[in-house]
């Protein structure tokens, strides 16, 4: 089973790296996500309004699957920051998880960087909030409330403690754009919010928001190894009912 896993891991890794190159050279076609030209709305305004924006990224550990989640986060806070950090009010990031908040601090910095206002950054504006799924909710619902937020941007690891964060978002009027990898969090996300991210929609925002032609590669290596998926599965039940197995 392992040797099956390296395989997946090889072929995915060549694949993306191929891709990656011709996407360079030509642009990507991509369909209209709702929930994606509603965060591009937002950034405007809340720079123009002086307000500020949340990016939530969950409490996924990169010690397994669910730091995966974690890093799509990541890539749309880099986006953001670098382009809020010469606003009032830039950009705050929080994380439930030690080394996904020392990387929003990072990510955080890299976006002032490439703004090249790297003296306006505020190691503060990424945090820690809690270790544990509901005193993280505690501390993210303390800075929609209570630091001029407009919008709420929930991109990771969030189970059902992500409907204390969209109450407390509703109740201040903040905007609620977001997707979990969790089903129970991603449910919660979808009753609450009007343009809800749905499954891997949550791994495309870096490719929409032009983080790389590596991000708009790996939506062309998801749809060949679920397109490979499908082909297996649908193989494998013809052979079943002709008696080959």
């Known amino acids: 089973m392992k040797i099956l896993e390296l395989a997946i891991l090889a072929v995915s890794a060549i694949l993306l790296l191929t891709i990656t190159l011709w996407k ?7 369909r209209d996500i709702p929930a994606l030209t509603r965060l591009f709305r937002t950034l405007g305004l809340s720079v123009e309004d002086g307000t500020r924006l949340h990016i939530s990224l969950g409490r996924g550990s990169f010690l397994d699957s669910r730091g995966g989640s974690g890093l799509a986060g990541l890539a749309v806070l880099r986006y953001i920051a670098e382009r809020t950090s010469v606003s009032d009010e830039p950009a705050v990031a929080s994380a439930g998880d030690p080394a996904l908040g020392l990387l929003a601090q ?10 090249g206002v790297e003296e306006l950054y505020v190691p503060t504006t990424g945090r820690v909030t ?15 409330q209570n630091e001029n937020v407009s919008t709420n941007i929930m991109l990771g690891h969030f189970g059902p403690e992500a409907a204390l964060l969209a109450e407390a978002s509703d109740r201040e009027n903040i905007t609620v754009i977001g997707a979990s990898d969790d089903l129970a969090g991603q449910a919660v996300l979808f009753a609450n919010t ?16 032009g983080a790389g032609a590596s991000h708009t590669a790996s939506l062309t290596v998801q749809d060949i190894l679920r397109w490979t998926i499908i082909v297996a599965l649908l193989g494998g039940g013809f052979a079943k009912l002709a008696g080959i197995f």
């Open 24 to 30: 360079r050279k030509s642009p990507a076609k991509l």
């Open 106 to 115: 990072d990510t955080l910095q890299a976006g002032y960087q490439a703004a």
């Open 130 to 144: 809690g270790l544990t799924p509901f005193g993280y909710a505690a501390g993210a619902m303390n800075i929609s």
């Open 194 to 209: 009007q343009d809800a991210l749905i499954g891997e929609e949550l791994f495309a925002a870096g490719a929409y928001l």
